[in-house]
């Protein structure tokens, strides 16, 4: 990663794929590094957080609990200092065994080459299970 905000479609692509690869090992350490030391993460209905601390905790808990994380992250949108992805992935809940599935949308607001606001909302769900949200 660089100091600098993607400027072009085939740079944001490339920093997606970047971010996608260090969640399959977790590689918090350099996940970490990617985000402002300011940052202000809004993740599905956690409370919003702020700070390196908290999102080094969250990082951590998920990946005690999300065994064998697999992750395909796609760029959709690039504008100014904003990029938008959307995410699908699967993994086994270490506490239930269940096989899980999610997809969502990421907005990443970004500051001198990293990511200063995270917003993210998204479906999980159990695989081979009706939709949470009761429709269908």
């Known amino acids: 990663m660089t100091d600098c905000n993607p400027q072009t479609i085939e740079e944001a692509r490339a920093f997606v794929a970047r971010v996608e690869s260090l969640f399959m090992p977790w590689d918090i350490p350099a996940l970490l ?4 030391d300011d940052c202000v993460v809004r993740f599905g209905d956690l409370p919003e957080f702020r700070g390196k601390t908290a999102l080094e ?16 992250k796609e760029l959709r949108a690039l504008m100014g200092d904003t990029i938008a992805n959307y995410w699908e992935g699967e993994w086994e809940d270490r506490v239930t065994g269940a096989n899980m599935t999610g ?13 200063a606001v995270w917003e993210a909302a998204f479906n999980i769900n159990e695989v081979g299970k009706p939709s949470a949200m009761g429709l269908v």
């Open 33 to 36: 590094a990617g985000f402002t």
């Open 57 to 72: 905790r969250l990082f951590r808990d998920r990946s005690e609990r999300q065994k064998g994380y697999r992750l395909r």
């Open 103 to 115: 997809r969502g949308v990421e907005i990443w607001v970004m500051r001198d080459g990293k990511i």
